[in-house]
């Protein structure tokens, strides 16, 4: 590598990043280039090491002193920085893939912590300082990616454009009807433009005609951008001329409007771009087409370091804006009324973030034929699949009549559900319990969720024993992490660590007529009664977001690699932060299993 490519090289490092050109002109006197086979020592445990190792090609793993797997690292990384602080390293280091790096000397590595503040106290700060260092550079390259962002980037309005000898009455109801906030009026060739606060200022000074010509009371020229343009450029025009949107132009044609708030969400996360097209698609495919955008949510929010479980509830937000939609397009009118749709399990606790399949139901009020719902019911699921949403392996889906039927027949199933304490019974009614109402009446549902409550509040231990057992159903790997269990080092987050947790905190709220539908929100509710105590729901809130954490990252990642998503991490992949931070989330869940266990009398169930 050249000079200037060693420079660029080191600017994309943190910490190195916070040096200026003369200092990383000094720093890249005292690096040199080495190449070390695979299976290469590189640094022994209790080793006093000469060199920083920056990463440019390649793998090396660190193992502890029990000679197990503590952190590995990849391109762009460095090591052993806490050696060359402490004199000694605490880690073996051993090369996994054939490595090409610089070797920054002790000497060079010492100079720069000793005479630089910002290097040295990212080598110092503890590990939530180090963490929020982080997202802080991620946020500064994801403002990178907004500079150069250009107009047909963002979403643009359709314009309601209307000849200039138009009566202001015609131009208003054609606005209406668009549902647009703005007029644009053409005239020779040129584009003038009406807004709705035109409208109030002069129906406000008594002087509005409505048979008057649109052009008498437009501004001209109205103001344009070419679609190519710089998004930031845009923005800045918006804020010094004092308005609120502008034209998009493509060859000198209007193709489109942009407005401010448009803008400004794309500044932040898109999320109001993705609703917005949401609500105005007029076709299946329009709406198809936006909802696909929640994935760069998705991605972009985690990047910014934002709660796996806030991201959850956007996404759901989104979702049950899509489902919506949808069931205005397809279901008649008619229909819509006597009919709740409901999604159930991680979809309607709000807690499915990758889409991976459809829980979903239909239940009709009493005394409409059920029969007129089923070729629609079809149509949803179908294209639900069209959009994304995987089917159900389980075929828990509105187009399967067991989950399309009226009130009573769900009734019936709810009481056939206690009733028949068998594995299919307990998973389906876990399920239902957690469904929440997207389109139709919601009252539908409310009403078998007060009947549930009612019908297990008789007593039934027996029953809400067995049902709690579910949670202890597959095994928390505590132990997963010695030398000597699982060579694949793979661990299923949601059956480990997710689903013990989920099914355990539901337990509870089906036990004390707890109605909140999120995991963190019952875990909240618990606390508050005084079912839970404030470390262990403190301590399951914690544990839950870091597997929630963990799996997002995952799924993300196999999606970026062309896989499909699973629940299924390899710890080997996982920095020692992420390590530490899972094998203390599973003590957590293997505490509260112990727990439902003593809460329920698991132990005396034959």
Known sequence: MSFNDQKEFLRGICPFCELNDAQLDAAIR?????????????????????????????????????DELARVYHAKEGLDADALIEGRSAFRYEVTEDLICYEMSRKGFRELFDAHEGFRQFYLMDMVDRIN???????????????????????????????????????????????????????????????DSDIKNLLASGVLDLQAPIAS????????????????NVYLQLISRNIKRVGVLRQGELVGMLEQIDVLSYFANHSHLVTVKIEKAKTVDALREASLDYLNIVRK???????????????SEINRKVFVRLFEMIVPEVLQADCALIVMGSEGRGEQIIRTDQDNGLIVRDGVDVEAYRPHMEQLTQTLVSFGYPPCEGNIMVSNPHWCKSRSDYRLQIHHWIDTPEMESFMEFAIFFDAQCVAGDPTLLSELKTDLFSRLNKGDDVYMAR?????????????????????????????????????????????????????VERV?????????????????????????????????????????????????????????LLKDSLQIVEQFKKYITRHFGLENLG
Request: with cysteine; net charge neutral; proline share 3%.
């Open 30 to 66: 005292h690096i040199e280039i080495g190449f070390y086979p695979h299976e290469t020592r590189l640094i022994e445990i209790n080793a006093h090491p000469e060199h920083l190792y920056l990463i440019i090609k390649g793998e090396v793993k660190a193992y502890d002193a029990h």
């Open 133 to 195: 260092y982080l997202k802080k550079h991620a946020n500064a390259s994801d403002l990178s990616a907004f500079m150069v962002a250009r107009v047909r980037d963002s979403y643009l309005h359709t314009p309601c454009i209307v000849p200039e000898e138009t009566p202001l009455v015609e131009a208003l109801k054609r606005s209406v009807a668009a549902k647009s906030s703005s007029m644009v009026v053409e005239r020779g060739g040129e584009y003038g433009i009406v807004t």
């Open 524 to 580: 909240k509710h618990l606390r508050q009664e005084g079912i839970l105590e404030e470390g262990m729901a403190r301590e399951l809130v914690e544990a839950f977001e870091i597997l929630f954490y963990l799996r997002l990252m995952q799924q993300l990642e196999a999606l970026a690699r062309g896989e499909e998503a699973s629940n299924t991490v390899t710890t080997d992949h996982l920095t020692k932060i992420q390590r530490d």
């Open 217 to 232: 009371i437009a501004r001209f020229p109205m103001i344009a951008v070419e679609e190519s343009d710089f998004l930031f």
């Open 301 to 315: 929010l985690y990047a910014q370091g934002v709660k796996a479980r806030y991201i959850a509830k956007l996404v």
């Open 467 to 519: 049902f709690a057992n579910l949670a202890t159903l597959f095994e928390t790997p505590v132990g997963f992490f010695s030398t000597f269990l699982h060579r694949d080092r793979k661990i299923d987050l949601k059956k480990a660590g997710i689903f013990p947790i989920v099914q355990g905190v539901r337990s509870l709220a089906l036990r004390y007529g707890v109605s909140a539908l999120s995991t």
